[in-house]
């Protein structure tokens, strides 16, 4: 992380303590960030975005986190108050530091669909989307995703697959699922996650 992006992820910091969200926001930085190496894009939006994109979490009452861990209940609208609120939150952030107004409306575009959204509207917002599913596929990420949906790895490693051709707008991320996935699969044959 350069200065700025120090600056936006510890004002951001308060509000990514649930759902384990400050480890997905600094594996989908990195993620983002070897997106923007391979295709390009502006990493004056993706850094921020990516950084932000979770932030919204943090105001969804805790019954509804619970239903939405346990798919019990209406998980689109639960994702969509995430992301509302936290175009709310990422606002505030991105003004407080005075960051470049001609780029925050980009952003905060990013985070209102980064879930919710139809197709992708720039090269920026795919590599977030792609960031910020590309994490599952990590160490970190599969492992997460076991505890907090309670799936067994085995039940993870098919939701896994089953998202590929979903999930990925870019190639080049598609190919990045497919070789982590590939890993995972390695380790949960082996044993070698590491998991309760």
């Known amino acids: 992380m350069d200065a700025m992006d120090k600056r936006i992820y510890e004002l951001a910091k308060p509000y990514l303590t649930v759902r384990e969200n400050d ?26 975005a990516i950084i932000l994109h979770d932030v919204g979490w943090f105001n969804v009452p805790a019954h509804l986190l619970e239903q939405w861990r346990a798919e019990a209940a ?34 905060l575009r990013i985070i209102d669909s980064h879930d919710t959204g139809g197709d992708p509207q720039s090269v920026d917002e795919e590599i977030v989307r792609a960031a910020d599913v590309l994490w599952r ?10 505890k907090m949906f309670r799936y067994t790895p085995a039940e993870t490693l098919e939701r896994l697959e089953s ?3 979903e999930w990925f707008f870019i190639p080049v991320s598609r190919q990045m699922a497919k070789d ?17």
């Not at 689109?76 to 005075?98: C, F, M, P, S, W």
């Open 23 to 48: 480890i997905h926001t600094r594996v989908a930085f990195d993620l983002a960030l070897e997106l923007l190496r391979r295709v390009g894009g502006d990493r004056r939006v993706v850094a921020p």
């Open 74 to 107: 209406d998980n689109d609208l639960i994702t969509r108050i995430h992301e509302e609120d936290g175009v709310k939150i990422a606002e505030g952030i991105l003004e407080e530091i005075g960051y470049d107004s001609s780029l925050v409306s980009d952003i």
């Open 137 to 146: 596929y990590s160490k970190d990420g599969f492992g997460v995703m076991v």
């Open 163 to 165: 998202g590929l051709d």
């Open 180 to 196: 982590s996935l590939e890993e995972r699969k390695q380790e949960v044959e082996t044993d070698r996650l590491g998991m309760d």
